[in-house]
């Protein structure tokens, strides 16, 4: 069965530093892999996807992931942190056979003026 | 479009007390499922469907039944509300002919049991 971590559950950041917020997954296949965004009082909103071919994705609002297959992890990255980027983060995977996602515990992000 | 439209919004229950939940999707998607989510604990699956008048359990039924009567809506019902079951629940779907389990969520439900 796969599973989702998401190292550190609170995430700290002044407004232009780097943004990192880290996932790390085990399948026995390679995966569908996602990075949904949580603001608050709201549903959870697609951020970028990976599914096969290059594996740096591009996502909405400057978020970037990229698919390490030797390491099993799927690191979310944006180079200058946003008031706006203020919201929870959860990694989830699909191992493509059963249409079900396995989400991590997500990621609170707080961007600091 | 609306997308992934649930009602209501916020509820209140007291313990032992039944209700339903709606969810309704304009996007013709095939799978629907539903999430609980609480603090530290991430989204958990309660029950999906991959089809009109089918369903299946998920991670954490327990003391949920649902059901799918129509291809665009997806009922999460509680029969006896517990403490328990004070969460925000979550509604999502997905189109299953490309492959891809990308899903798309509704607004979410939050309910209180007392």
């Known amino acids: 069965a796969q599973s989702v971590t998401q190292l550190g559950s609170h995430v700290s950041v002044s407004e232009g530093a780097l943004v990192l917020l880290r996932c790390n997954y085990s399948?026995?296949?390679?995966?569908?892999l996602f990075w949904y965004v949580q603001y608050p009082n709201q549903g959870l909103q697609l951020l970028l996807k990976?599914?096969?071919?290059?594996?740096l994705v591009k996502g909405i609002n400057g978020f970037e992931a990229e698919f390490k297959k030797s390491e099993t992890s799927f690191h979310l990255t944006k180079p200058s942190a946003h008031m706006s980027d203020a919201a929870e983060y959860f990694c989830?995977?699909?191992?493509?056979?059963?249409?079900?996602?396995?989400f991590g515990k997500g990621t609170l992000l707080t961007v600091n003026p | 479009n609306a997308g992934v439209t649930q009602t209501p919004k916020f509820r209140v229950l007291k313990t032992g007390q039944s209700m339903t939940l709606l969810c309704a999707q304009d996007?013709?998607?095939?799978?629907m499922y539903w999430y609980r989510q609480d603090p530290g604990m991430g989204l958990r699956l309660i029950h999906y469907?991959?089809?009109?008048?089918?369903?299946a359990k998920g991670e954490v039924p327990d003391g949920y039944n649902v059901s799918r009567l129509k291809k665009q809506n997806f009922l999460l019902g509680l029969e006896s509300a517990a403490p328990s079951q004070t969460s925000v629940y979550f509604c999502?779907?997905?189109?299953?002919?490309?492959?891809?389990?990308?899903?798309?969520f509704g607004p979410g439900t939050r309910l209180t049991v007392t």
């Open positions: 999502a779907s997905t189109h299953t002919g490309t492959g891809l389990n990308e899903q798309y």
């Open positions: 399948s026995s296949v390679p995966p569908y």
């Open positions: 990976y599914t096969t071919g290059a594996t």
């Open positions: 989830a995977v699909d191992p493509g056979s059963n249409y079900k996602l396995t």
């Open positions: 996007m013709n998607h095939e799978y």
């Open positions: 469907s991959v089809g009109e008048g089918t369903t």
